[in-house]
């Protein structure tokens, strides 16, 4: 039986957004908040762009919060550096285990590798020099769900073996495609199968395996999917934005592809004043709406704005700018304005 599609609109989809990734209002400090927060997981590849991401939705956030035990490290999806519930490693890297042969005896022979050559932690170079000089293909590992980083960001990251995640495969990539439709949804399998890092074939596969809980809607982007239980939150009557979160680079809230980007920034120069071809400034949300890009050297925050903002909107951003749980500061941060 053909389902009816859900119509919905830009500002439903960005609201169901914000709500269900905590952005218009902090969760209390504590585990449950910060693996919500990390639902998705939260990229690090920017140094400490997973702890700006988590002040940006827990209270309380501190410069180690990063470092709380119910959150580990390890390289993730597309083999970038990411920040996930220590319980939910698994589904952040068996979710992406090779489906082919070749793909997966690369995997196992590094994580091998690795097991022989690690007696604890040791610098991820001298341990791809003790495999023979494999350099960043001592990543292939991860899928496996046997090796953990610990990246702070001056120095390469520190890398261990754990033993392998107690999970099937196949089930833990059901899991992150759930998880990657309730964050970024309404999607595509072909989106999350960009996002994760897996082919194409492998994305579509994920959603027909999740058909029973998908529901189809209809996004001015085009057809797309959600979690059925999600509608409700999706249809809700908008809530109360937050006055301003400054988000890193790489952050869950704009970590899209494609058409994905033209429905969160409609236009064209604002989609290439964030997403530019090297490293993203992070972006200014305001009142629910990004209306800027922000960059950070040191102590001083320099930020673009796109339209004049209120004084009480520079007020809040200033704030929140002052708020950030930086480390390593030698003074109180200071903001730098440019209009566009």
């Known amino acids: 039986m053909t389902r009816p599609r859900l119509d919905v609109t830009r500002g439903q989809i960005l609201a169901f957004r914000r709500t269900v ?3 218009d209002q902090r969760l209390k400090p504590g585990p449950d908040s910060l693996r919500r927060a990390a639902w998705a997981g939260l990229q690090d590849s920017m140094p400490r762009a997973a702890l700006l991401s988590i ?9 180690s919060t990063w470092e709380d035990p119910s959150l580990v490290q390890l390289w993730g999806p597309r083999f970038s550096a990411y920040v996930v519930p220590a319980q939910d490693h698994a589904i952040f890297s068996l979710g992406r285990y090779p489906d ?3 793909g997966r005896r690369v995997a196992e022979e590094m994580a091998e590798g690795l097991r022989r050559v690690l007696a604890g932690p040791l610098p991820d170079r001298a341990a791809a020099a003790a495999l023979g000089g494999v350099g960043n293909r001592i990543r292939y ?4 769900g046997t090796v953990l980083i610990r990246w702070e960001g001056a120095r390469a990251p520190t890398i261990w073996t754990v033993p392998r995640p107690e999970i099937d495969p196949r089930d833990a990539r059901l899991e992150l495609a759930r998880r990657y439709l309730h964050v970024f949804g309404p999607t595509r399998a072909e989106s999350f199968a960009e996002w994760a890092g897996i082919g194409s074939a492998a994305g579509a596969a994920a959603f027909e395996a999740l058909d029973d809980e998908l529901m189809p809607v209809r996004t001015p982007i085009g057809d797309a999917w959600i979690i059925a239980a999600d509608e409700p939150t999706l249809l809700a009557s908008p809530r109360p ?14 970590l899209l592809q494609g058409a994905d980007r033209e429905l969160l920034l409609p ?3 604002r989609r290439a004043a964030l997403w530019t071809p090297r490293v993203w400034p992070g972006a200014l949300l305001v009142g629910g709406d990004i209306v800027g890009v922000w960059r950070r050297s040191n102590e001083k ?3 673009e704005t ?4 209120s004084r009480p909107e520079i007020d809040a951003v200033e704030a929140e700018a002052a708020s950030l749980p930086l480390p390593g500061l030698q003074s109180a941060i200071r903001v730098g304005w440019f209009d566009r």
Not at 55 to 63: D, I, K, N, S, Y
Not at 141 to 144: E, S
Request: aromatic share 6%.
């Open 55 to 63: 002040h940006a939705r827990v209270e309380g956030a501190h410069p």
């Open 241 to 254: 934005t937050a006055p301003a979160r400054l988000l890193p680079s790489g952050d869950t809230y704009f």
């Open 306 to 309: 796109w339209r004049r903002l």
């Open 267 to 269: 236009e064209a120069d």
């Open 141 to 144: 590992a991860a899928p496996t």
């Open 21 to 23: 990734g905590a952005l």
């Open 100 to 102: 082919d042969a070749r």
């Open 301 to 303: 925050i320099t930020i």
